[in-house]
């Protein structure tokens, strides 16, 4: 508990913990709210699909940009200006949607909130590059921690509302948390200095070294957890129990939790490539057996066991990032991570699903999950170009 302490302790770390978790909360709720809230207006699966998609695009190609942005002019006037608009902008997109316009209105004003999603995920890790080095992986593994929190507490609370109210109760909702979530962070960020930056190309940060290779193994470990975010569901449907879908994921979510906790807390010697390599090879190990699994229950137990290695993996993986990118491009660097994963998520989901309705079915999409994964350890043992990255020496934690 005294390196969780240490970190509490540091400088504006509970306001980045608290409003990052806030602000992070509507990635995890808009995209579900809105596919909920245009399927029952349209009774269209496909036009649901398209808007939420059309959302998740916009603000992935906008993060890089902003994230530039944020590096040379501080990432607060970008987050107080998005926490303006995103909300006057989803409700557009509620009014738009509840009013009956025409399909290519909803798609538009999703696209529109979408590219204003305020920049809180690449800010919050930006800032946590810059604290103190032995601090450093605790607060990166509490940020991940905190990450998959999100992913356990927005669906269900997009779900009760749904319930209680309706999906556009939860799209409000989100929006609020968005604006609490921006200032906060915004807040926290006004002692942010920016760096000089030499003039670059628009694929200067990707391209630095090393960078290439955290990239694409992120997205391949991405598209694994995208198949498997859609053969869960397909499961328990075989089942003949799709209700407990969501205990799944969650059961999944928490497993890394656990294992996000226990890894902040302790002292690795290994340098952070290897702890990378070997941390991917037990989420790869955990997904294994998924398709040989015909009982709810133990794949529950299996989900959980394997999602103990994902917070520590990511926790390596923005350590990395953090590590490797230029000085004046950290909250770019971490934009391109969210953008890459993020569009890897949804090409492993699509996969998925193609999968699950061919021959392959459920244990194609399943053995997909597990091949994605795979690929992210191949990728941090080709050889390459790189600076060398040193391990992380901290304090030990003794009682």
């Not at 905190?146 to 409000?172: I, Q």
């Not at 053969?231 to 089942?239: E, L, Q």
């Not at 129990?241 to 294992?259: D, E, F, M, Q, T």
């Not at 999409?365 to 091949?371: H, I, K, V």
Request: glycine share 12%.
């Amino acid at each position: 508990m005294r390196a969780y302490l240490a970190v509490w302790r540091l400088p504006s770390a509970p306001v980045l913990l608290l409003s990052g978790f806030a602000g992070r909360l509507p990635s995890a709720m808009v995209p579900l709210a809105l596919l909920l809230m245009v399927q029952q207006q349209t009774g269209s699966y496909a036009i649901a699909g398209l808007a939420a998609a059309t959302l998740g695009i916009a603000s992935a190609i906008m993060a890089p940009v902003l994230g530039r942005l944020a590096d040379r002019r501080g990432p607060r006037p970008i987050l107080l200006t998005q926490a303006a608009l995103y909300p006057l902008l989803l409700g557009l997109l509620v009014a738009v949607t509840l009013g009956g316009a025409p399909d290519a209105a909803v798609v538009a004003a999703s696209g529109l909130a979408g590219a204003t999603t305020p920049l809180v995920s690449g800010t919050v890790r930006a800032l946590w590059s810059r604290t103190d080095p032995r601090s450093r992986p605790t607060a990166y593994a509490l940020d991940a921690t905190a990450t998959e929190l999100v992913f356990v507490v927005g669906p269900a609370l997009v779900a009760a509302l749904a319930v209680l109210a309706s999906p556009a109760w939860a799209v409000g909702v989100a929006g609020v948390l968005a604006v609490v979530g921006a200032v906060g962070v915004a807040g926290a960020a006004r002692s942010w200095v920016p760096q000089v930056a030499p003039s670059a190309t628009l694929f200067s940060t990707v391209l630095s070294p090393g960078m290439p290779r955290i990239l694409v193994s992120g997205a391949g470990l991405m598209l694994g957890f995208g198949a498997l975010e859609v053969a869960i569901p397909a499961f328990a449907d075989s089942t003949g129990r799709p209700g407990i879908s969501g205990l799944l994921l969650a059961v999944w979510a928490l497993g890394s939790v656990a294992g996000g906790l226990w890894f902040g807390a302790r002292v690795m010697s290994a340098s952070l490539p290897r702890q990378y390599r070997w941390l991917l090879f037990g989420v790869t190990i955990g997904l294994a057996p998924l398709a040989w699994v015909s009982s709810p229950w133990a794949l529950g137990v299996l989900l959980f066991l394997g999602g103990t290695a994902i917070a520590p993996t990511l926790t390596v993986q923005n350590s990395l990032v953090g590590s490797l990118a230029p000085v004046h491009a950290t909250t770019e660097a971490f934009t391109w991570l969210s953008t890459i994963t993020v569009g890897a998520s949804a090409i492993g989901a699509a996969l998925g699903g193609a999968l699950i309705e061919s021959p392959a079915g459920v244990p194609g999409s399943l053995l997909l999950a597990c091949a994605g994964a795979a690929a992210a350890v191949v990728v941090t043992l080709v050889p390459g170009r790189g600076p060398r990255v040193a391990a992380v020496h901290r304090e030990p934690v003794a009682a």
